[in-house]
């Protein structure tokens, strides 16, 4: 089958462009002679299929995107990303963004494998006001989820991904993005959580993106800001879902009097309820329990930082095995995905080489890998 | 484990996990050599063992690179390049996401030239021949092949598992196995009177 060498060329370099690489930084980081790197890019030279390989590795990307013409790579919606908001990405938030598309990529094969694909949420909105979606959305979620008014879920990160959301959570240099949505040509909707932030931010911003893929799922991409830029109904839409989400308009309805809360009433209460005291402060007056003066002023309270509760890092563990966990999973690799990735090469779906790359590691790691997370590797 | 202690076929493509495991034990790569045993790799292996940055590397992992870079200056496990069309063979293909690009190479280039593939994870053998290469190897096939034609002995046994364990390496229960299979497929070759 003949290649078309100079769009093999100009793939190659635009995902080079995108990564903010150099050719020697790509030429030392592959092995690959810088000049033949060159002259591959511009078509003059044919590239041998292990070289293919090798970049497809160094750009986590289906090497098939390289030789063939089927979009198997999200190529198009990270160039939609960068275009748009290109400078708030540093050069190793797009390697991030990269290592999270491949993740997402992965985790979609092996769900389909395993015959473990989420069934997708899906919703309908009625009327031209935002807001209202995002709050009949969230209703309709919930109960999707058999959750009554006055119960809170503890682990959204496992509600979204069972609402058929590739969610991860990834460590990005830029703190004011909180988080990030892709539609990915292959594995579908895909959200990045900004782990860089406080545990109870990260859990309202998966939330947030969550609303993204339920009502901007046709785009290609959207990046999310703590600091919003300009008014946006979609944001306001998908903060009011993140929002009622977790702290449903019933519930708080049923609260005490929260005009006679003293501070540390309103930081237990969402301690309880798992969110920044910032987030029930806005709560509590969209809900008209407290009056704006109050609400700016619960909104400058903060859980204490040990009273906050990980579900992907739950206190059972060890101090080490926390440390190293929380480690991996700022690089993505989450319990959910990790067992999913075991699981799959139990079942024989993948081999050992396919796990070591599932799992960003090389087969020399995966056996401490196997043992942090209760596996084993036998079966050779 | 089906294999035949019998048999061995000489050269073989090798993948990165048993890269490491043929390298593991020096007795075992030595009468590897002396049997006549040719093992190449793929660009992509070399890459996978010598140029990709790795988070944390152990004194093991330094002294199996360190094997591998004097053997092949010595002209062994030389690296070669499988082609794009070796990879865009139809099954290959459809295998892509189950393999990991190491094996997917190793098994390319083996078809390609008409060799072995030795690689030591059960999958990926049963993937490498579903996707039409059954010539497939082992490194306890290799273990016990050497045993069985003598030249590897009985002590040597306790010798190459220290030794590959001392490397990290986790195939000695399958070392014990092959040991026993070479033993009785010797026995069973010895014509009766």
């Known amino acids: 089958m003949g290649i078309n060498l100079a769009m093999l060329g100009a793939k190659l370099k635009k995902y080079r462009d995108q990564l903010q690489e150099s050719v020697a930084e790509v030429g030392a980081l592959t092995g690959i002679d810088a000049g033949r790197l060159e002259q591959i890019e511009a078509g003059a030279a044919e590239p041998t299929g292990d070289e293919i390989l090798i970049l497809a590795d160094h750009f986590q990307c289906d090497f098939k995107f390289f030789i063939s013409n089927e979009r198997v790579a999200p190529f198009e919606q990270t160039d939609t990303l960068y275009r748009a908001h290109g400078q708030d990405f540093t050069k190793a938030d797009r390697r991030a963004v990269q290592e999270f598309l491949y993740l997402c990529e992965t985790e979609a094969f092996l769900m389909a494998e395993l015959g473990r694909s989420a069934r997708?949420?899906?919703?309908?909105?009625?009327?031209?006001?935002?807001?209202?979606?995002?709050?009949?959305?969230?209703?309709?979620?919930?109960?999707?989820?058999?959750?009554?008014?006055?119960?809170?879920?503890?682990?959204?990160?496992?509600?979204?991904?069972?609402?058929g959301v590739h969610l991860f959570r990834r460590h990005l240099g830029n703190s004011d993005i909180s988080g990030l949505f892709i539609n990915h040509p292959v594995a579908g909707k895909c959200a990045l959580v900004n782990y860089s932030e406080d545990v109870y931010r990260q859990r309202f911003s998966a939330a947030h993106e969550m609303a993204h893929a339920i009502f901007d799922g046709d785009e290609q991409a959207s990046v999310s800001y703590y600091s919003p830029r300009g008014k946006d109904l979609r944001e306001v839409r998908a903060n009011r879902f993140a929002s009622c989400f977790l702290m449903p308009p019933a519930f708080l309805a049923g609260l005490p009097n929260p005009r006679r809360w003293s501070d540390d009433d309103a930081v237990n209460w969402a301690s309880k309820l798992r969110v920044s005291c910032?987030?029930?402060?806005?709560?509590?007056?969209e809900a008209q329990l407290v009056d704006d003066f109050r609400s700016q002023q619960i909104q400058q309270l903060h859980v204490p930082r040990d009273a906050k509760i990980d579900p992907e890092l739950p206190e059972s563990l060890t101090e080490v095995q926390r440390e190293r966990k929380a480690r991996l999973l700022q690089l993505?690799?989450?319990d959910f995905y990790v067992g999913l990735c075991f699981d799959a090469w139990k079942e024989g779906v993948i081999?050992?080489?396919?796990?070591?790359?599932?799992?960003?590691?090389?087969?020399?790691?995966?056996a401490g890998l196997a043992s942090l997370y209760g596996r084993s590797l036998h079966g050779h | 484990m089906a294999i035949d202690p019998s048999k061995f076929h000489l050269i073989n493509v090798a993948d990165t996990c048993s890269v490491?495991?043929?390298?593991?034990?020096?007795?075992?790569?030595s009468a590897a050599k002396e049997a006549r045993c040719d093992f190449c790799i793929t660009e992509f292996v070399r890459y996978e063992c010598l140029v990709k940055p790795r988070k944390a590397p152990s004194a093991a992992d330094d002294k199996l690179i360190k094997r591998l870079t004097t053997e092949q200056g010595r002209?062994?496990?030389?690296?070669?390049?499988?082609?794009?069309?070796?990879?865009?063979?139809?099954?290959?293909?459809?295998?892509?996401?189950?393999?990991?690009?190491?094996?997917?190479?190793?098994?390319?280039?083996?078809?390609?030239?008409r060799q072995a593939v030795i690689t030591d994870d059960q999958k990926a053998r049963r993937?490498?021949?579903?996707?039409?290469?059954?010539?497939?190897?082992?490194?306890?096939?290799?273990?016990?092949?050497?045993?069985?034609?003598?030249?590897l002995g009985d002590s040597d046994k306790v010798l190459v598992i220290q030794?590959?364990?001392?490397?990290?390496?986790?195939?000695?229960?399958?070392f014990e196995k092959a040991y026993t299979m070479a033993l009785e497929c010797k026995l069973n070759s010895v014509p009766r009177g």
């Not at chain 1, 006001?129 to 709050?135: D, I, L, V």
């Not at chain 2, 490491?20 to 790569?29: E, G």
């Not at chain 2, 030794?163 to 399958?174: G, T, V």
């Open chain 1, 120 to 163: 997708e949420f899906e919703f309908m909105p009625r009327g031209t006001y935002m807001k209202a979606h995002g709050e009949e959305a969230a209703h309709a979620l919930r109960a999707a989820h058999g959750y009554g008014d006055h119960e809170v879920p503890r682990d959204v990160y496992d509600e979204f991904r069972k609402a």
């Open chain 1, 278 to 285: 910032h987030a029930l402060g806005i709560a509590l007056r």
């Open chain 1, 332 to 334: 993505g690799l989450s």
């Open chain 1, 351 to 366: 081999s050992v080489g396919r796990l070591a790359e599932a799992l960003l590691s090389s087969p020399a790691e995966l």
């Open chain 2, 20 to 29: 490491w495991n043929v390298l593991s034990s020096q007795r075992l790569y």
């Open chain 2, 75 to 113: 002209g062994a496990f030389r690296a070669h390049a499988c082609s794009i069309d070796d990879l865009q063979a139809i099954e290959l293909l459809e295998k892509r996401n189950r393999l990991g690009k190491g094996e997917l190479s190793s098994i390319a280039f083996a078809m390609k030239i």
């Open chain 2, 127 to 151: 993937l490498a021949s579903d996707a039409g290469h059954a010539l497939v190897q082992t490194t306890p096939h290799l273990f016990s092949w050497l045993m069985f034609t003598g030249k």
């Open chain 2, 163 to 174: 030794q590959h364990e001392e490397m990290d390496q986790d195939l000695a229960p399958h």
